[in-house]
């Protein structure tokens, strides 16, 4: 396997979450070439589970142009755990916490042109401990639902079709 090595790199912008790298490479054949790159400080996500359901959210995503259902997810704050951010993003985004916590595996969701890792989680016991309104709709699926919208294409959130195929 032939590496890249670095040999300049170029901020051209920096964003409250994100920013993006210019950055020059030298190949194995002396050629050079640039890469831009995606500096994300990574994610963690949950697969909340109450039974035989899946517990997703709905949130309009810009990218995209539309409502997604996606398991609940979120980007890791500056010396936080993926633990602790899995363990927030859920109570932020539905309301719920859960008692029982696993890690599921992490991934690199696209290595072509950003460094995020998401840190997939699984979730139990799950109660809800907040009177207000989550920040999203929050809709109970069964595992068989969920699988038969990833399978059709109405689920197309990587993170979420990760964490349902291996936390199921």
Known sequence: MSEEVPVERRELYRGKVVHLQLTTVLLPDGRRRTRE???????????????????????????????TLEIPAGTLEPGESPEDCAQRELLEETGFQAESWSHVTAYYPSVGYTTEVIHLFRASGLRNVRELAPEFPVRFLTVNEVRERIRTGAIMDSKTIIGVLLAT
């Open 37 to 67: 790159i995606l500096v994300h400080p990574g994610a963690a996500a949950v697969v909340p589970l109450m039974d035989d359901r899946i517990m997703l959210i709905e949130q309009y995503r810009a990218a995209v142009g539309r409502k």
